[in-house]
């Protein structure tokens, strides 16, 4: 059974960069079909996907957050990351990383647990 | 973008009572349509997808129905685990996709 957990700073000054890492365990990030996505949850408000990487290394993002978004995949320690450039308070959210089911649509049946990343000075 | 609503906002429903939550499409989604249920300081579990396919595990109280822009969440005979927030999500759109903003099952 495959699992995620993130990792990173709690807390992000504005106009930095937040940075967190996916670590995946009982399954290889390289092997083939699988989606490995950010998806964030503002305070208290609904979910909002982030971006996601193919095991190939292809990326795709969120259009609204694709000038600020970068995601790469590091095989050799089983992680995928995040980076999110220029925050500000609104980029405050839990942070999950999340795995598709594996049949070739974008469906997350494998999460991390989340992380809170609040942005503030 | 295609944009997701949900209703209601608040859904109250005492337990062994049937709960029927409805999400709706700003286009066609044909049945690319998922719900996940999320439970305070969680992360979602996908319940639903394909509009009506139950994913592993998930009980049979739980059924979805739909297609095109309309879409049903039934839960049967709620339990009070079943008492959380469900979300439901388009994933028609390739490559993005959205969710909806939710509808919370509280205790009535």
């Known amino acids: 059974q495959v699992q995620l957990q993130e990792s990173g700073p709690g807390l992000v000054k504005p106009s930095q960069t937040l940075s967190l890492t996916c670590t995946v365990s009982?399954?290889?990030?390289?092997?083939?079909?699988?989606?490995w996505s950010w998806i964030r949850q503002h305070p208290g408000k609904g979910l909002e996907w982030i971006g996601y990487i193919y095991y190939s290394g292809s990326t795709y993002y969120n259009p609204s957050l694709k000038s600020r978004v970068t995601i790469s995949v590091d095989t050799s320690k089983n992680q995928f990351s995040l980076k999110l450039s220029s925050v500000t308070a609104a980029d405050t959210a839990v942070y999950y990383c999340a795995r598709d089911l594996g049949i070739g649509e974008l469906l997350y049946g494998y999460w991390g647990q989340g992380t809170l990343v609040t942005v503030s000075s | 973008e295609i944009v997701m609503t949900q209703s209601p906002a608040t859904l109250s429903v005492s337990p062994g009572e049937r709960a029927t939550l409805s999400c709706r499409a700003s286009q066609s989604v044909s049945s690319n349509l998922a719900w996940y249920q999320q439970k305070p300081g969680q992360a979602p579990r996908l319940l639903i997808y394909g509009a009506s396919t139950r994913a592993t595990g998930i009980p049979a109280r739980f059924s979805g129905s739909g297609s095109g822009t309309e879409f049903t969440l039934t839960i049967s005979s709620l339990q009070s685990e079943d008492f959380a927030v469900y979300y439901c999500?388009?994933?028609?759109?390739?490559?993005?996709?959205?969710f909806g903003p939710g509808t919370k099952v509280d205790i009535k």
């Open positions: 999500q388009q994933y028609n759109n390739w490559p993005t996709f959205t």
């Open positions: 009982g399954g290889s990030i390289s092997s083939g079909g699988y989606y």
